[in-house]
């Protein structure tokens, strides 16, 4: 099946420094990848969707200057945290969706939870 | 993307089957019942989706109805490693409106 990986699983950083995430399709391309933000005891929250070779389209409220998005290939976009602070800290976890499989389904990877001290 | 709703807790013995309702009663004729559930800090896994037939695969069963407003997810032998939050979404199949939009889904507790 589908295979998605994020890497750091896990992820301790100090206030003010960035931090970058990665996210790749292991065995399928993906021409668009999602990545989503959940917070303790909350739903997932759609920050951006990444097609690739063009721009990051970012939901209402989610600073693109904040959160860099590249998708630079058909297996890996990477999420960057820009001068990261407390409330930054969250479980961020990215999707893909296969080319080839007609779109039904999206792919997620394990997540990456990231604490900012 | 049409809002869903579902109940925020439902328990379920091991064994037994776990039918999950789900109400989306402004879905359009383009968009699609999609189920995903989330075990505890990890992604969440597809489980199945359908227009508007019945649907069956070796994870679960979809049940919608003849409107549309309104589905049911039965997991047909629930175990404990079924317990999850399990995600009802409608969205279309491409564009702009094939966003995923996660609400605050069902908690399942499968218990002995």
């Known amino acids: 099946g589908a295979v998605v990986s994020q890497h750091p699983s896990r992820v301790i950083c100090k206030s003010g420094t960035s931090v970058k995430i990665e996210c790749r399709s292991l065995d399928f391309q993906a021409t668009t990848m999602f990545w989503y933000r959940q917070f303790p005891k909350q739903s997932l929250m759609l920050m951006a969707t990444s097609n690739e070779g063009s721009k990051a389209t970012y939901e209402q409220g989610v600073e693109k200057d904040k959160f860099l998005i590249n998708h630079a290939s058909l297996t890996l976009s990477t999420l960057t945290v820009t001068s990261a602070h407390p409330e930054d800290s969250s479980f961020y976890i990215c999707?893909?969706?296969?080319?080839?499989?007609?779109?039904?389904?999206?792919?997620f990877g394990p997540g990456t939870r990231l604490t900012v001290t | 993307d049409a809002k869903t709703t579902q109940p925020t807790s439902m328990d379920c013995a091991e064994g037994r089957a776990a039918n999950l309702p789900c109400n989306h009663s402004?879905?359009?004729?383009?968009?699609?019942v999609y189920w995903y559930r989330q075990i505890h800090s990890q992604g969440p896994q597809y489980i199945i989706h359908g227009l508007k037939n019945n649907e069956t695969n070796e994870m679960a069963s979809l049940i919608i109805t003849e409107d549309r407003k309104s589905s049911t997810l039965i997991l047909p032998h629930a175990t404990l490693r079924d317990t999850a939050v399990y995600y009802c979404?409608?969205?279309?199949?491409?564009?702009?409106?094939?966003?995923?939009?996660f609400g605050t889904g069902t908690r399942l507790q499968v218990t002995l």
């Open positions: 402004t879905i359009s004729g383009n968009e699609y």
């Open positions: 979404i409608v969205s279309a199949l491409y564009g702009t409106a094939s966003k995923l939009t």
């Open positions: 999707s893909a969706r296969d080319r080839t499989s007609g779109f039904y389904e999206q792919y």
